[in-house]
């Protein structure tokens, strides 16, 4: 028989058709009672006559919504405490939303996966290694809020993790802003039922140019977004770790952590203060074993960052080779989620890097000769603010179309190589030395 009231029938599952608010029910309801998934049967939410609670808690414990009241049911359809009407109809399990709500998540008919259930937040999602992640991340089931700049890439992102069946949620954010930032934290909780499980920063921008030719308000930038926007994202996602006791933190770094990037100096002091960062935020963990910060540090990747950074030099840029698949970062990324670990390298060419930049003094000198000498025989090239200031125009996509075939490694590899010649060189005459000074 048919609830005259709310137009439910009994043994009926009924799913949110179409969504008009970030906020997302991806459950179902049957015999008055709200259930996330069928993989988890446990009642989350329940009808009293017409009224819907719902029991979500946010980060300090407390009901999301006031006395737990979400709204009401009438006629088969939600209506919220803040006016939204949201349409139910039946479903066997789960409901996809109509692809005119694209932004909105898209709920796949069947979830699986080693993080299923899991809220993670990415932020700078819109493409290269975000947009890997994104993939990544869904392939193991998570529940995924996504953020970044480019709204409509976004939109595009969260239905290509819906293909690969899991529940996505766009939220346009720049991480300069702190505001923007609190909202997306407060978004992924709604989302995550109250969770946060794991956070990524991974928003970011470059500049390259002489450090004068740069202009001061490109190197502020770039320490506002791949610096201070990371400290926001683990600002606003500790206190939800704190009150879980549980969380984790991923930061993406790069060979510039370990090794100065000569006419990229704002990048290397952003990259160099993650590591600061990371380890005084582990240094506050004692007592608190399941929160973690894994750092990973990257090669050169092969995403479009080096076509949409900001260029002062007058040349045109190319990625250094050896250039990497971006979709190595992102499963070094879901394998931190699995198995938290301090401190991960993508990419041969890191490891080497920073073993010449030990054994050799001078390896930034040489990577800037180097560096000069590449731009020199670049192409001229009009400058450009790049994407520091909005979303890039250009095409957003995983990777940057850099890899090719056979293609020859140029300068990182030489300074890579010939620094390690005269680390070697060097070792074996201060053992040589010290030989003879023992006889």
Not at 157 to 166: H, I, K, L, Q, T
Not at 179 to 190: E, F, I, N, V
Not at 255 to 264: E, F, M, N
Not at 278 to 306: K, Q, W
């Amino acid at each position: 028989m048919i609830d005259s009231a709310t137009g439910m029938k009994p043994g009926e599952r009924y799913a949110v058709h179409n969504l008009e608010r970030t906020h997302n029910f991806g459950g179902f309801f049957l015999d008055g009672k709200y259930y996330l998934g069928p993989e988890l049967m446990t009642a989350v939410g329940w009808l009293e006559g017409q009224t819907f609670l719902y029991d979500e808690l946010d980060a300090s414990g407390e009901p999301v919504f006031p006395d737990r009241v979400t709204g009401v049911i009438d006629d088969l359809t939600l209506l919220m405490n803040d006016g939204a009407r949201l349409k139910l109809h039946t479903a066997q399990v789960h409901v996809q939303p109509p692809s005119d709500h694209p932004e909105f998540s898209h709920t796949p008919a069947k979830i699986s996966g080693q993080l299923l259930g899991k809220t993670v937040v990415i932020t700078g999602a819109s493409s290269g290694i975000g947009r890997a992640a994104a993939h990544a991340f869904a392939e193991q089931g998570a529940r995924l809020v996504l953020a970044a700049r480019d709204d409509s890439a976004l939109a595009n992102v969260v239905e290509e993790c819906a293909a690969r069946g899991a529940e996505a949620v766009a939220v346009k954010t720049d991480v300069i802003h702190s505001d923007q930032m609190r909202a997306l934290a407060s978004k992924a909780a709604a989302f995550g039922h109250g969770r946060i499980d794991i956070w990524i920063n991974n928003a970011g921008v470059g500049a390259v140019g002489s450090f004068e030719d740069t202009p001061l308000a490109a190197h502020e930038q770039v320490l506002q977004t791949d610096l201070l926007g990371y400290m926001r994202g683990a600002y606003v996602a500790w206190p939800y770790f704190k009150a879980q006791k549980a969380g984790i933190l991923i930061n993406t770094l790069s060979l510039g952590s370990w090794v100065a990037q000569p006419y990229a100096v704002a990048y290397s002091a952003s990259k160099y203060g993650l590591r600061g960062l990371s380890e005084a935020l582990r240094a506050e963990l004692t007592g608190l074993p399941n929160i973690h910060v894994c750092d990973i540090y990257l090669a050169v990747m092969d995403t479009p960052g080096f076509r949409d950074g900001a260029n002062f030099t007058g040349h045109a840029l190319k990625s250094p080779s050896p250039v990497y698949d971006p979709q190595q970062v992102a499963e070094a990324m879901v394998a931190c989620a699995l198995q938290p670990r301090k401190s991960t390298t993508v990419g041969g060419a890191a490891i080497a890097a920073r073993v010449a930049h030990f054994l050799v003094p001078g390896f930034a000198q040489l990577s800037g000769w180097l560096t000069r000498f590449a731009l020199g025989r670049s192409p001229q090239a009009d400058t450009s603010s790049g994407n520091l200031f909005s979303a890039s125009a250009g095409q957003r996509r995983v990777e940057g179309g850099w890899r090719q075939a056979n293609r020859p490694a140029p300068f990182l590899l030489i300074a890579v190589g010939a620094a390690l010649l005269l680390g070697g060189v060097a070792i074996a005459r201060t053992y040589q030395s010290t030989n003879k000074h023992q006889q």
